[in-house]
């Protein structure tokens, strides 16, 4: 092990085994990024950031500071916090967080919100520095809204808040994080395996700690009653006669396929129709 992998505080011996390894850097940079000794920093996001009642795994602890590290999201401001599930994790990016990284981008240039009061429909348009056309995605309210209090008192607010979150994915990939509605539907579905994002799987985890490659993740399991399937979306995305019909291809897929299954046709729509210059 090379000396300059780790760079922690003495305390770095009360960091859990799992964690005294090369991959303590990370535990000891975002540490360090917020000014927390680092087991203080651990025990205080496993009674914080996580919404569950059980005990919180150090790889599933590890998962999230990996999420975290990745977006460069603040878990002590809630803007990512996580739901367990079965030894990985759900994690969960706040309106706030998904702002925060919308405007970082380094391409984004601009976002304009158009509502359609007769469809009670949110149009959300991002634009990149990059592209010559914007990139729009359209929610409606009838697909998205939910029997709790915030989308009762404030329906458009948070309709516009859902319409940024998957324009953002169709505009600059993002995947891997989901908004807590999302996250809810998700465990409660059960299927950790389809959902859970590679990097918060228990599995590859420790097997990134231990030095070894990472198991591939397990395919996706389809949803019940799929009317299409990812190779289908796919398909159509890739022989779409513009980059707008193919976002709409993306667009329908998203309330069908699984989120890891979503994700990966993100990224057809946006090597085909947004290829890096």
Same mark, same amino acid.
């Given at each position: 092990?090379?000396?300059?992998? @780790?760079?922690?505080?003495?305390?770095?011996?009360?960091?859990?085994? !799992?964690?005294?390894?090369?991959?303590?850097?990370?535990?000891?940079? @975002?540490?360090?990024?917020?000014?927390?000794?680092?087991?203080?920093?651990? $025990?205080?996001?496993?009674?914080?950031?996580?919404?569950?009642?059980?005990?919180? =795994?150090?790889?599933?602890?590890?998962?999230?500071?990996?999420?975290?590290?990745?977006?460069?999201?603040?878990?002590? =401001?809630?803007?990512?916090?996580?739901?367990?599930?079965?030894?990985? @994790? !759900?994690?969960?990016?706040?309106?706030?967080?998904?702002?925060?990284?919308?405007?970082?981008?380094?391409?984004?240039?601009? !976002?304009?919100?158009?509502?359609?009061?007769?469809?009670?429909?949110?149009?959300?348009?991002?634009?990149?520095? $990059?592209?010559?056309?914007?990139?729009? !995605?359209?929610?409606?309210?009838?697909?998205?809204?939910?029997? =709790?209090?915030?989308?009762?008192?404030?329906?458009?607010?948070?309709?516009?808040?859902?319409?940024?979150? #998957?324009?953002?994915?169709?505009?600059?990939?993002?995947?891997?994080?989901?908004?807590? $509605?999302?996250?809810?539907? @998700?465990?409660?579905?059960?299927?950790?395996?389809?959902?859970?994002?590679?990097?918060?799987?228990?599995?590859?985890?420790?097997?990134?700690?231990?030095?070894?490659?990472?198991?591939?993740?397990?395919?996706?399991?389809?949803?019940?009653?799929?009317?299409?399937?990812?190779? #289908?979306?796919?398909?159509?995305?890739?022989?779409?006669?513009?980059?707008?019909?193919?976002?709409?291809?993306?667009? #329908?897929?998203?309330?069908?396929?699984?989120? $890891? #299954?979503?994700?990966?046709?993100?990224?057809?729509? =946006?090597?085909?129709?947004?290829?890096?210059?």
């Amino acid at each position: 092990m090379n000396s300059d992998v @780790i760079d922690a505080p003495t305390t770095t011996t009360n960091v859990p085994a !799992v964690l005294r390894s090369q991959k303590v850097s990370l535990l000891a940079k @975002i540490a360090d990024r917020y000014g927390v000794e680092p087991t203080k920093m651990m $025990d205080t996001l496993k009674a914080t950031a996580f919404k569950s009642s059980t005990p919180v =795994t150090n790889e599933q602890m590890m998962a999230l500071l990996i999420v975290a590290d990745q977006y460069h999201l603040n878990p002590f =401001t809630k803007e990512l916090f996580a739901f367990p599930d079965k030894g990985g @994790i !759900v994690p969960v990016v706040s309106v706030d967080g998904w702002a925060r990284i919308i405007n970082e981008h380094p391409m984004f240039d601009g !976002v304009e919100f158009l509502f359609d009061a007769n469809e009670q429909a949110m149009t959300c348009v991002l634009h990149r520095k $990059d592209r010559s056309h914007a990139i729009s !995605v359209t929610e409606y309210m009838a697909e998205c809204k939910r029997d =709790t209090a915030p989308w009762r008192s404030h329906p458009r607010r948070m309709l516009r808040h859902k319409a940024l979150i #998957q324009c953002a994915r169709v505009a600059f990939g993002f995947a891997g994080i989901y908004d807590e $509605d999302e996250a809810q539907r @998700i465990v409660n579905m059960g299927h950790a395996e389809v959902v859970e994002p590679a990097s918060a799987s228990a599995a590859r985890v420790r097997a990134v700690l231990a030095g070894q490659e990472p198991p591939a993740a397990e395919p996706a399991a389809p949803p019940a009653q799929q009317p299409k399937t990812y190779a #289908q979306f796919a398909d159509e995305a890739l022989n779409a006669a513009s980059a707008d019909a193919a976002a709409l291809v993306i667009d #329908q897929a998203r309330s069908t396929l699984p989120p $890891d #299954q979503y994700a990966e046709l993100v990224d057809v729509y =946006t090597n085909k129709w947004q290829p890096q210059e």
